[in-house]
């Protein structure tokens, strides 16, 4: 599985965006897929996960504003970004791996180039 993020760009505050994350080969499905960030001089951190069965899981920071979803027919897994604030700037990644911590960046295998966004205030 080889992801690949898409879709970030600049929006002012309280906007949206949402990222698409297409990914290669036939065992998608299987995966537990994830979306991290990393602002500059900022470690990597964990925004929103979702498991096979569809669970999700959100970081305090983005739950009520981020959905993640998935499209197994499609491969691709989404990020819907809603009332954004500018600290939400970063590099987003999308990755694949088998959990089950799905917080800890070490249970993500396969990762994806990341995708800018930019919140202006």
């Known amino acids: 599985v080889q992801p690949q993020a898409s879709g970030g760009g600049l929006v002012q505050a309280g906007g949206s965006l949402r990222l698409s994350c297409a990914a290669s080969?036939?065992?998608?499905?299987?995966?537990?897929m994830g979306w991290f960030r990393q602002a500059p001089g900022k470690a990597r951190e964990f925004v929103a996960a979702i498991s096979r069965n569809s669970i999700t899981y959100y970081a305090d920071s983005v739950k009520g504003r981020f959905t993640i979803s998935r499209d197994n027919a499609k491969n691709t897994v989404y990020l819907q970004m809603n009332s954004l604030k500018p600290e939400d700037t970063a590099v987003y990644y999308c990755?694949?791996?088998?959990?089950?911590?799905?917080?800890?960046?070490?249970?993500?295998?396969?990762w994806g180039q990341g995708t800018q966004v930019t919140v202006s205030s």
């Open positions: 080969g036939r065992t998608f499905s299987g995966y537990l």
């Open positions: 990755a694949a791996g088998s959990g089950p911590y799905y917080r800890d960046p070490n249970q993500y295998v396969h």
